[in-house]
């Protein structure tokens, strides 16, 4: 059974940081890419970043390259998501996911609020 576990989220102030964990099981985890999506309130669900299964691909949303880092730790089955620089508007819930047999699953997501 696929499973995956968001966790690292809060409230931070502008300008501040965030680091984003994403637990997987129920699959081989290194054989898989993995990715980062987000939904602020009142808008659809966007893709973030995502990771390819050896970690050497790597991409991101054009309103967070440079700030936000995707990367993955294969022996502990977890995806990161590293986020400097927050800005108001990237006040979102945070959801990570994976493409498995014909099928996309999804965590219940973790949510961050940059504000003053």
């Known amino acids: 059974q696929v499973k995956l576990v968001e966790s690292g989220g809060g409230l931070v102030q502008p300008g501040g940081s965030l680091r984003l964990s994403c637990v997987a099981s129920g699959f081989i985890f290194r054989r898989y890419a993995m990715s980062w999506y987000r939904q602020a309130p009142g808008k659809e669900r966007e893709l973030v970043a995502h990771?390819?299964?050896?970690?050497?691909?790597?991409n991101y949303a054009d309103s967070v390259k440079g700030r936000f880092t995707i990367s993955r730790d294969d022996a502990k089955n977890t995806v990161y998501l590293q986020m400097n620089s927050l800005k108001p508007e990237d006040t979102a819930v945070y959801s990570c996911?994976?493409?498995?047999?014909?099928?996309?699953?999804w965590g219940k997501g973790t949510l961050v609020t940059a504000s003053s």
């Open positions: 990771i390819g299964s050896t970690g050497e691909y790597t």
């Open positions: 996911n994976v493409y498995y047999y014909g099928r996309t699953y």
